[in-house]
């Protein structure tokens, strides 16, 4: 018997937002290189390490967050993950030195982390599916 209930998709479209606006803060680092080479006068060394700050303080991270959100549930990690990886591609802009410049990324790459485990739980919670036989 299936007791499948279909697929929220106001939910979904809120997830989907949000997945969207989480790799678009990822996939900025990458865009704002040459903008923090011409106008900062950061090496390419210094460009390429705020890449791999934020590729390890996502992809790093991320199962951390799953580990302790499969434990314990923490639903506001997803809006504060969006958020927090806005503020910190929003903030790299002003930052007025490199170490500020590579926190904020860091910052962002958190957030990114923090988003995703919890919004892959949600997202089989309001597609309707069928929970797994444990």
């Known amino acids: 018997m299936s007791t499948n209930k279909g697929v929220d998709k106001r939910a979904m ?3 989907s937002a949000g997945h969207l606006f989480t790799d678009v803060n990822q996939g ?3 865009a704002l290189v040459p903008f923090l ?4 006068g ?6 390429g390490t705020l890449v791999l700050a934020a590729t390890l303080s996502s992809s790093i991270v991320q199962p951390l967050f799953g580990y302790f ?6 639903p506001s990690l997803m809006p504060l993950g969006v958020m927090l990886g806005g503020i910190g591609i ?3 802009g002003v930052a007025p030195s490199y170490p500020l410049i590579l926190l904020c990324i860091v910052l962002s790459g958190l957030g990114v982390a923090a988003f995703h485990p ?3 739980r949600f997202a089989n ?3 309707g599916a069928d929970a797994p036989a444990a």
């Open 28 to 30: 900025a680092v990458a």
């Open 37 to 40: 080479v011409a106008e900062r």
């Open 42 to 47: 950061l090496s390419l060394a210094a460009a």
């Open 118 to 120: 919890e919004s892959a």
């Open 90 to 92: 929003a903030l790299v």
């Open 125 to 127: 919670y309001v597609s």
């Open 13 to 15: 479209a809120a997830l």
């Open 69 to 74: 959100s499969d434990r314990k549930p923490l």
